[in-house]
Protein backbone atom coordinates (compact mmCIF):
# COMPACT_ATOMS: atom_id res chain seq x y z
CA UNK A 1 0.00 0.00 0.00
CA UNK A 2 1.48 3.53 -1.08
CA UNK A 3 1.11 6.19 0.61
CA UNK A 4 1.23 9.58 -0.91
CA UNK A 5 3.58 12.10 0.39
CA UNK A 6 2.21 14.71 2.55
CA UNK A 7 2.16 18.15 0.90
CA UNK A 8 4.59 20.48 2.67
CA UNK A 9 3.61 22.71 5.27
CA UNK A 10 2.69 26.32 5.34
CA UNK A 11 5.20 29.14 4.77
CA UNK A 12 6.55 30.01 8.18
CA UNK A 13 5.92 33.63 7.66
CA UNK A 14 2.05 33.65 6.74
CA UNK A 15 0.34 35.66 9.47
CA UNK A 16 -3.50 36.34 10.34
CA UNK A 17 -3.73 39.67 9.04
CA UNK A 18 -6.91 40.47 10.52
CA UNK A 19 -10.39 39.74 12.06
CA UNK A 20 -14.05 40.79 11.12
CA UNK A 21 -16.41 41.12 13.68
CA UNK A 22 -20.01 41.05 13.71
CA UNK A 23 -21.48 43.68 16.19
CA UNK A 24 -24.70 44.95 17.29
CA UNK A 25 -23.54 48.61 18.08
CA UNK A 26 -21.11 49.74 16.30
CA UNK A 27 -20.32 53.50 18.12
CA UNK A 28 -20.37 50.74 21.18
CA UNK A 29 -17.97 48.60 19.83
CA UNK A 30 -15.31 51.66 18.89
CA UNK A 31 -15.59 52.70 22.31
CA UNK A 32 -14.78 49.77 23.74
CA UNK A 33 -11.63 48.81 21.18
CA UNK A 34 -10.47 52.39 20.59
CA UNK A 35 -11.73 53.77 23.92
CA UNK A 36 -10.85 50.78 26.35
CA UNK A 37 -8.25 48.70 24.15
CA UNK A 38 -6.71 51.94 22.87
CA UNK A 39 -6.73 51.11 18.91
CA UNK A 40 -7.15 53.98 16.44
CA UNK A 41 -9.83 54.33 13.76
CA UNK A 42 -7.99 54.38 10.52
CA UNK A 43 -12.06 54.41 8.22
CA UNK A 44 -15.58 54.25 8.91
CA UNK A 45 -16.97 52.17 6.03
CA UNK A 46 -20.72 54.00 5.41
CA UNK A 47 -22.53 53.59 8.69
CA UNK A 48 -22.06 49.97 9.35
CA UNK A 49 -18.69 49.44 9.43
CA UNK A 50 -14.84 50.38 10.61
CA UNK A 51 -11.39 49.83 10.31
CA UNK A 52 -9.24 49.71 13.69
CA UNK A 53 -5.33 49.62 13.90
CA UNK A 54 -2.47 49.59 15.77
CA UNK A 55 0.62 51.63 14.78
CA UNK A 56 -0.95 53.00 11.13
CA UNK A 57 -1.39 49.20 9.93
CA UNK A 58 -4.88 49.48 7.34
CA UNK A 59 -6.77 47.42 9.94
CA UNK A 60 -6.15 44.79 12.33
CA UNK A 61 -9.83 44.53 12.96
CA UNK A 62 -12.78 45.21 10.73
CA UNK A 63 -16.02 45.98 12.63
CA UNK A 64 -19.53 45.70 10.50
CA UNK A 65 -23.27 45.85 11.75
CA UNK A 66 -24.35 44.35 8.18
CA UNK A 67 -25.64 41.42 8.91
CA UNK A 68 -26.00 42.31 12.85
CA UNK A 69 -27.19 45.61 14.19
CA UNK A 70 -29.17 45.19 16.84
CA UNK A 71 -28.45 41.57 17.45
CA UNK A 72 -27.55 39.59 20.03
CA UNK A 73 -24.37 37.56 20.71
CA UNK A 74 -24.64 33.43 19.54
CA UNK A 75 -26.27 31.09 22.20
CA UNK A 76 -23.80 28.92 24.59
CA UNK A 77 -23.23 25.74 22.29
CA UNK A 78 -22.90 26.74 18.95
CA UNK A 79 -20.50 27.18 17.34
CA UNK A 80 -18.46 30.21 15.59
CA UNK A 81 -15.46 32.25 16.94
CA UNK A 82 -13.81 30.99 20.62
CA UNK A 83 -11.69 34.31 20.85
CA UNK A 84 -9.94 36.53 19.28
CA UNK A 85 -5.94 37.12 20.62
CA UNK A 86 -4.16 40.76 20.24
CA UNK A 87 -0.30 39.86 20.48
CA UNK A 88 1.04 42.50 22.56
CA UNK A 89 4.98 43.32 21.97
CA UNK A 90 6.09 42.39 25.57
CA UNK A 91 5.05 41.99 29.24
CA UNK A 92 4.89 46.14 30.40
CA UNK A 93 2.43 46.65 27.32
CA UNK A 94 0.45 43.66 28.50
CA UNK A 95 0.83 45.41 32.06
CA UNK A 96 -0.47 48.98 30.21
CA UNK A 97 -3.94 46.91 28.44
CA UNK A 98 -4.40 45.34 32.25
CA UNK A 99 -4.26 49.14 33.48
CA UNK A 100 -6.42 49.93 30.66
CA UNK A 101 -8.94 47.08 31.99
CA UNK A 102 -8.88 48.22 35.42
CA UNK A 103 -9.57 51.49 34.52
CA UNK A 104 -12.65 50.98 32.33
CA UNK A 105 -14.17 48.29 35.06
CA UNK A 106 -14.09 45.84 32.16
CA UNK A 107 -14.84 42.38 34.17
CA UNK A 108 -11.69 39.30 32.89
CA UNK A 109 -12.75 36.17 32.20
CA UNK A 110 -9.79 34.47 33.32
CA UNK A 111 -5.95 35.05 33.13
CA UNK A 112 -3.28 32.51 32.61
CA UNK A 113 0.97 31.64 32.70
CA UNK A 114 0.63 29.46 29.58
CA UNK A 115 4.34 29.17 30.23
CA UNK A 116 5.30 30.48 26.05
CA UNK A 117 2.98 33.28 26.85
CA UNK A 118 0.76 35.46 29.53
CA UNK A 119 -2.57 35.91 29.15
CA UNK A 120 -5.66 37.93 30.09
CA UNK A 121 -9.00 36.43 29.01
CA UNK A 122 -12.32 38.75 28.43
CA UNK A 123 -15.26 39.66 26.30
CA UNK A 124 -16.26 42.59 24.44
CA UNK A 125 -19.74 44.51 24.48
CA UNK A 126 -21.07 41.76 21.90
CA UNK A 127 -19.62 38.83 23.99
CA UNK A 128 -16.83 38.09 21.47
CA UNK A 129 -14.06 36.38 23.32
CA UNK A 130 -10.66 38.45 23.32
CA UNK A 131 -7.34 37.25 24.41
CA UNK A 132 -4.71 39.84 25.31
CA UNK A 133 -1.22 38.38 25.45
CA UNK A 134 2.64 38.74 25.19
CA UNK A 135 5.01 35.69 24.11
CA UNK A 136 7.76 35.21 26.37
CA UNK A 137 11.00 34.86 24.01
CA UNK A 138 11.42 31.60 22.54
CA UNK A 139 14.55 30.72 24.07
CA UNK A 140 12.21 30.82 27.43
CA UNK A 141 9.26 28.37 25.88
CA UNK A 142 8.94 25.07 28.28
CA UNK A 143 10.11 22.29 26.59
CA UNK A 144 9.30 18.70 27.00
CA UNK A 145 12.30 15.66 26.89
CA UNK A 146 12.16 15.75 22.93
CA UNK A 147 12.46 19.21 22.95
CA UNK A 148 9.19 19.94 21.87
CA UNK A 149 6.87 23.00 23.12
CA UNK A 150 5.19 21.52 26.36
CA UNK A 151 2.91 24.82 26.91
CA UNK A 152 0.72 24.67 30.52
CA UNK A 153 -2.35 26.76 32.24
CA UNK A 154 -1.35 28.23 35.61
CA UNK A 155 -2.94 31.20 37.54
CA UNK A 156 -1.46 34.41 36.54
CA UNK A 157 -0.20 36.73 38.74
CA UNK A 158 -2.14 39.98 37.85
CA UNK A 159 -0.51 41.98 40.94
CA UNK A 160 2.74 41.40 39.39
CA UNK A 161 1.49 42.21 35.92
CA UNK A 162 -0.16 45.07 37.45
CA UNK A 163 2.64 46.40 39.67
CA UNK A 164 4.65 46.45 35.66
CA UNK A 165 2.34 48.47 34.60
CA UNK A 166 2.42 50.91 37.44
CA UNK A 167 6.58 50.93 36.63
CA UNK A 168 6.01 52.89 33.05
Request: aromatic share 8%.
Given at each position: ????????????????????????????????YC????????????????FI??????????????????????????????????????????????????AA????????????????????????????????????????????????????????????????
Amino acid sequence: MSTAPSPPPIHPDVRIGHVHLKVADLDRALGFYCGVLGFELTQRFGPGAAFISAGGYHHHIGLNTWESLGGSPPPPKSTGLYHVAILYPNRAELAGALRRLVAAKVPLDGAADHGVSEALYLRDPDQNGIELYWDRPRNQWPRDAEGGVAMYTRPLDLESLLAEAMER
